[in-house]
């Protein structure tokens, strides 16, 4: 059964939860009272802009996607953030309109990410923020044991049939000084597990996720087969699952 509006936001806030930390490290280091207009590109469902917009009550905090649908999700969910129809590569925004501009697991999706940064460099002020707060690079992810890492290479290979990325977590840091940006810090999230150890409503999202990037590529048999594998793996206390996942921190110049 195809993924519905709800499953999706349950996905991203699930992957906010992922950022929770790194988005309280990255506040930490800003001057919170020059914080009064915050845009995320590539909103979605509002995840991201609803938790930001209560760690920081006093700024205005708006969204832009371009999925239409998502957006009605968050526009009924979440009154308190503003949500705009857009393309990142194309920012409805003049220049110079907020003071910090992220995205979150989105610049794999775009065919030209850096068009997208340069975008995000031109509508923050001058020593305003970019932040990419999560980027993946799929093609550096370790499944073990077998057969799961043939799981990993089936999802990295559907991601590719989607016109993703997967490698662009490497080229973050790159792209971000490309753009005009000065990088203040940049890394590597670690790994999420697709399991927390037992079985829960965030694992079994996981595994539906699994299934519809994949799609008929694995057969019914066989997402059983993984799925016995899978715990097997983590009854003996011998499942890896590595995703690199690369964050950059950067400044727009004075």
């Not at 519905?4 to 930390?21: G, L, M, V, Y």
């Not at 991201?48 to 957006?71: F, M, Q, T, W, Y």
């Amino acid at each position: 059964m195809p993924l519905s509006i709800e499953d999706w936001h349950d996905r991203f806030c699930q992957q906010a939860r992922w950022t929770e930390s790194l988005r309280a490290h990255f506040l930490s280091r800003m001057d919170l009272g020059r914080l009064r207009r915050i845009l995320e590109v590539g909103c979605g469902t509002g995840a991201v802009c609803a938790s930001v917009a209560r760690e920081l009550p006093s700024a205005k905090v708006a969204g832009v996607d371009l999925n239409i649908r998502r957006l009605e999700f968050a526009r009924s969910h979440d009154p308190a953030c503003a949500y705009a129809a857009g393309d990142g590569t194309q920012l409805p925004f003049p220049a110079r309109t907020f003071d910090l501009v992220f995205c979150h697991y989105l610049l794999l999706w775009i065919p030209s990410p850096a068009q997208a940064l340069r975008e995000m460099a031109r509508v923050v002020r001058p020593g305003g923020w970019v932040i990419a707060l999560a980027e993946p690079d799929h093609s550096a992810r370790i499944d073990y044991p077998p057969p799961l890492d043939e799981l990993g290479r089936l999802q990295t290979d559907a991601l590719r049939r989607q016109d993703a990325d997967p490698a662009l977590g490497r080229r973050l840091a790159s792209l971000f000084t490309d753009a005009g940006l000065n990088v203040e810090e940049t890394g590597i999230l670690g790994s999420q597990d697709i399991h927390s150890g037992r079985p829960d409503e965030d694992s079994e999202l996981e595994w539906r996720i699994l299934k519809e990037d994949v799609g008929p590529a694995v057969t019914s048999s066989g997402w059983e087969r993984f799925r016995k594998a899978d715990s097997a793996a983590l009854a003996r206390g011998e499942r890896v699952l590595f995703v690199p996942t690369f964050y950059c921190f950067a400044r727009q110049k004075n």
